[in-house]
């Protein structure tokens, strides 16, 4: 009891102990000076408290190399001052640090609000056995509850629980939902083209997500919600709502960061706050009407969009869907299936414009199998189309649609990398660690990828290694949505290139660019919650 008094009069160097003992009042009220002191001393010992645990987590791990961050990789705060300004250092730094540390495997330490390692892996068979192993390294769901926003889900669960999500989605993914994707998609397009740019000879666009995105949003809204959108349709707000679904969808992709990121509570402290509010409020309202209207006409056999065949899990049983449940998986469905998939073709686009013989490569694909284009592409021409399909699996190689996934040990146990000396390297994991694998490492790893920086479709056109490869996931948790993503993707490029050829528009800062230059506006990335294109300028040539 004795250290505050004694701290306090050392604090005061112009009072007495005399002074002290006989008016306490003096001890009462301290002055704005000495209330910087103590405040500066705790905050000196709190620093000092976070150094000395650093320093103990460094010896824990030996000093092994890696990257050293003030926040957790996946806490909020992180995700502010790094992936939300487009500076991910996993993204920066592709497959360098695995370089300079001679292992495909680094630490990942951060100070604050515990020092804390996570181990990043860039080696394929490291990657393939955490991936597999559902049992001692699992998701952590903490990372995702802000997905949750409109109810538990597939992609926010785990164990049982993640089962169960499984069981209810994955019969909504089949072939006539394919067939539905194919010709929506094209319906889309051939809308935009002949609608929207009236066929015109030259189309400049700023920025290639001001199709992409909207044309992805009535891509998923028809195949996922069964609702179709047109470019130019003008529609009316229907009673007891306040925006038509369109508005409302589209506020709802447009605030995506804000939905993550801000509190429900605090969403009405500016007008952009309580739009994305009332978004999320008129989506879950349209959501519960879908749900009432097609309870009735589930024995209609002829809608195959993914809200009507997952509604046939809401059904009597102990097995049956809850309602929240069913929004909720459709919730991250949108999320899938609307910015990745937009983000990825735009950059799809922006490559092609950048390499005008594979553009070239692509179009003498599509004139081949449409015999000179005296019909037009089917789905089932896919499986023919098989270059188109290399330059998105190309563009996801490069610039994957989520940088790293994160798993959580949970046992002590130990994993072997390669070194560059050409050994195993053993690292100890500790239980709870966390453990991240790297698509940005594993893509640029030249022990799998010749030329990993070079853009060539061409090499999945070849055996090459399934492993190093991250774009849909990995193990049991691989993408349920992904023949939906390549379906929609080769329907869209093939649209455009087979009418248009593309290429970079010649802005004032773009005039004088070297290819670099070019190549370095296609791969910039901005604020969001996946891969997302800074702004890649473009223009769309008509061919005669």
């Keep these: 009891m004795m250290h505050g008094p004694v701290l306090c009069v050392i604090a005061l160097p112009n009072v007495s102990t005399l002074d002290f003992v006989s008016n306490p009042s003096v001890f009462r009220a301290p002055s704005m000076f000495n209330t910087v002191l103590i405040c500066s001393g705790l905050g000196l010992a709190y620093a000092l408290h976070l150094y000395l645990d650093y320093k103990r987590v460094m010896r824990l791990v030996r000093d092994f190399p890696g990257l050293r961050t003030i926040c957790h990789p996946y806490s909020i705060l992180h995700g502010i001052s790094d992936k939300g300004f487009g500076n991910d250092p996993l993204f920066l730094g592709k497959y360098t640090f695995f370089e300079n540390a001679g292992c495909e495997a680094i ?112 891509v998923i809204s028809a195949a996922g919600f069964g609702q179709r959108f047109s470019w130019q349709e003008d ?95 459709i919730f991250v469905f949108l999320l899938a299936g609307h910015e990745t998939t937009a983000h990825t073709l735009a950059f799809a686009l922006g490559f092609l414009a950048l390499y005008p013989e594979t553009q070239d490569r692509v179009f003498r694909e599509i004139q081949a199998v449409t015999d000179d284009f005296q019909r037009e592409l089917s789905l089932n021409d896919i499986s023919s189309l098989t270059y188109t399909v290399a330059v998105f699996y190309e563009t996801l190689r490069m610039l994957p649609a989520v940088i790293s996934i994160p798993k959580r040990c949970t046992e002590d146990t130990s994993i072997s990398v390669h070194n560059h000396s050409g050994d195993k390297t053993v690292i100890p994991i500790p239980a709870g660690t966390y453990v991240l694998l ?81 190549k370095a506006r296609v791969m910039a990335l901005k604020p969001g919650m996946t891969t997302t294109p800074a702004g890649i300028p473009l223009s769309f040539i008509r061919r005669v």
């Design 438 to 518: 790297d698509a940005m490492g594993l893509h640029y790893n030249p022990r799998y990828w010749s030329d990993p920086h070079e853009f060539k479709p061409e090499r999945f056109l070849e055996d090459w290694n399934k492993d190093a490869y991250l774009a849909f996931s990995a193990g049991v948790r691989g993408c349920m949505g992904r023949k939906f993503a390549e379906t929609e993707a080769v329907a869209i490029l093939t649209k455009i290139i087979s009418r248009y050829s593309v290429k970079i528009t010649e802005t004032p800062d773009l005039v004088e660019a070297s290819f670099e230059q070019r």
């Design 235 to 329: 529609e009316s707000v229907p009673e007891g709502h306040q925006m038509t679904f369109r508005e409302a969808l589209h506020s709802l992709c447009a605030g995506l960061i804000i939905v993550f990121a801000v509190p429900r509570w605090a969403m009405f402290l500016t007008s952009r706050l309580r739009v994305v509010r009332q978004s999320i409020d008129e989506v879950q309202k349209y959501m519960l009407e879908m749900i009432e209207e097609r309870r009735y006409a589930l024995d209609d056999k002829s809608r195959h969009d993914l809200f009507t065949l997952l509604m046939g899990n809401l059904e009597d049983g102990e097995e049956a869907a809850t309602e929240h449940e069913l929004m909720g998986n």
């Design 107 to 218: 630490s990942w330490i951060n100070w604050w609000p515990r020092a804390k390692v996570s181990y990043v892996l860039a080696d394929a068979d490291a990657i393939k056995e955490v991936a597999s192993d559902r049992f001692r390294y699992v998701k952590p769901s903490e990372c995702y509850t802000t997905i949750n926003v409109y109810g538990d889900n597939i992609v926010a669960s785990e164990g049982e629980v993640w089962k169960r999500h499984r069981k209810i989605t994955a019969p909504a993914f089949s072939e006539k939902q394919n067939q539905l994707v194919w010709d929506e998609t094209c319906r889309v397009i051939d809308e935009l083209i002949e609608n929207i740019w009236k066929s015109a000879p030259r189309v400049d666009v700023q920025d290639a997500k001001e199709f992409t995105l909207p044309a992805a949003i009535s």
